[in-house]
């Protein structure tokens, strides 16, 4: 019995357990994104030639996409 699903080892539980805190802690920050993403998304509709709002609606959903990226992270780093 192996640890792994398959032969390129994408099952790694112990990096999905060790990142679990953490990507709760970046959910929290994605709820944040969210908000920031809905006052960014307003703010652009009334003044679409601000730039500014596009570069924090776009970091705004870099903060939503947090929590995948960093369990995807975590479990690239455990060895299986």
């Not at 390129?8 to 805190?21: A, I, K, N, S, Y």
């Not at 703010?43 to 959903?61: D, H, K, N, S, Y």
């Amino acid at each position: 019995m192996s640890c792994c699903c398959d032969d390129d080892c994408e099952c790694r539980p112990l990096g999905f357990l060790l990142g679990l805190p953490f990507a709760f802690l970046s959910l929290l920050l994605s709820l944040i994104g969210i908000v920031v993403w809905i006052v960014g998304l307003v703010l652009t509709c009334i003044c679409p030639c601000c730039l500014c709002v596009t570069i924090i609606v776009e970091f705004a959903l870099g903060l939503i996409k947090a929590p995948i990226l960093v369990i995807k992270w975590f479990t690239s780093k455990i060895p299986c």
